[in-house]
């Protein structure tokens, strides 16, 4: 158990749908990152927020969006699903900003279809 | 961040060691080598990292070239639950803080 915790477990919706992803970091980490995992684009960085604020961007589409609370969890939004945003998505958590020792939580299966 | 290279596959009787592979040829003084390990479909797991010197923790081994262009991850004592996708990333800390996944290599532990 990393300490990392993600809801909702499975997610089975429609296209053109919109959902959201929530995740809680480790007690005191105050980075959350973001990460997709499909079957032919492997594992692929999507976002990280540290304390609030976005500090780092990678492939993430326009139709998705993160956030980081007061409290520290964070929510990524995706909407207009499509058939291709069917994934894993990963949140990880780390001490500080710019660490490779991240802690990934169980990871939210996403079946648009 | 380098590119690293690794075997897609590899083999391992259960209660030997295991030996992973990684080049990093171009990697650059200020990038750290970092390996994490994903079974099935779990989050990804962090093992081990290290820059110049050899490291050693309760999960495995990680033995660094002195020219630091390959390394190799050494789990001493393999067992069933050690199959996985072992990933090695080149990472330079305080900058990017993204982790770039590549193929990574399939552990196959068998009896």
């Known amino acids: 158990d990393s300490g990392v915790t993600q809801t909702p477990k499975h997610l089975i919706t429609a296209t053109g749908q919109r959902v959201t992803l929530r995740c809680s970091p480790r007690?005191?980490?105050?980075?959350v990152y973001w990460y997709q995992q499909s079957l032919d684009q492997g594992l692929q960085f999507l976002i990280q927020?540290?304390?609030?604020?976005?500090?780092a961007k990678g492939n993430i589409l326009e139709r998705f969006s993160a956030q980081q609370f007061p409290d520290l969890h964070s929510e990524l939004n995706l909407s207009s699903l499509e058939l291709g945003d069917s994934a894993l998505y990963f949140c990880?958590?780390?001490?500080?900003?710019?660490?490779?020792?991240?802690?990934f939580g169980p990871g939210t299966r996403l079946t648009v279809t | 961040d380098a590119k690293t290279t690794q075997p897609p596959s590899m083999d391992c009787a259960e209660g030997r060691a295991a030996n992973l592979p990684c080049n990093h040829s171009?990697?650059?003084?200020?990038?750290?080598v970092y390996w994490y390990r994903q079974i099935h479909s779990q989050g990804p797991q962090y093992i081990i990292h290290?820059?110049?010197n050899n490291e050693t923790n309760e999960m495995a081994s990680l033995i660094i070239t002195e020219d630091r262009k390959s390394s190799t991850l050494i789990l001493p004592h393999a067992t069933l639950r050690d199959t996985a996708v072992y990933y090695c990333?080149?990472?330079?800390?305080?900058?990017?803080?993204?982790?770039?996944f590549g193929t990574g290599t399939r552990l196959q532990v068998t009896l």
């Open positions: 990880a958590s780390s001490v500080g900003q710019g660490e490779s020792e991240q802690y």
């Open positions: 007690s005191g980490d105050l980075s």
């Open positions: 927020y540290y304390n609030g604020e976005e500090r």
């Open positions: 171009t990697i650059s003084g200020n990038e750290y």
């Open positions: 290290g820059l110049k």
């Open positions: 990333i080149a990472f330079r800390t305080g900058t990017a803080s993204k982790l770039t």
